[in-house]
């Protein structure tokens, strides 16, 4: 309704249906927010979408929730309504790691600033982005270090830099080595970019759908003062990353 007010989504819709499908949920109803479900008010939601569309007996929402028009229903209003309709409700306290209360607003910004291991300590997951590969430059190939150039709709990309990340491509994760951001070695206009570099990987990638998995800030992006030194660096993070998954193993587990 305000887009220019939105915050940037952590996931996709289609990448939150395969998350509470993966938690065991059975049934998801999904609804569409238009103005006429905005001006709904809190007892006619309550009573439309909780009790004559859902038939809940029992009903679980977080701490700061918030329902009806111009978020008019509270916590408040909603243990009276489904104590009068004999609803069973339990209220989820908030959710501390530390003396942080893990929020969407936290994660976003662990995410923008690079700080991706916080990042997936908070979210349970590796944050993950997903996309077509399209062709690049072929700067990559013709240094000996072929990478596949991701095109993504996410609205929320971590900070510019090289990581050490998952890459998953049908159904199979590879330790990868990724660059976010432009490639200032060859040029200070060098469009932005999402470049993969896949360890052990066989084939082609074009045209392949990925999921790239950010794992680990390596390092900062910067400007080599020719192309061998920047082989030269890549190198180093590519070792960086095989010793990281040798010690931790390949999986979506969280490391610290």
Known sequence: ???????????????????IQKAGI?????????????????EAFFKTIVLNNLKASQLYVGYNFFFGREREGNIESLTKL???HRVELHVTPPFKIGNDVVSSSIIRTFIRTGEVQKAASFLGRYYGIEGGTIPGAGRGKKLGIPTANLETKAELLPQAGVYITLTEIKGKSYPSVTNVGHAPTFSDKTPFSIETHLLDFKGELYGETLCVQFVKHLRPNQKFPSPEALVSQINQDIAATRDFFKKSGVSGRIQS
Not at 37 to 42: D, M, P, V
């Open 1 to 19: 309704l305000r887009p220019e007010t939105s915050q940037p989504l952590i996931t996709s819709l289609e990448q939150r249906i395969r998350l």
């Open 82 to 84: 489904c104590h009068t």
């Open 26 to 42: 059975d049934i998801l109803v999904i609804d569409t927010f238009d103005p006429a479900y905005s001006r709904q008010t809190a």
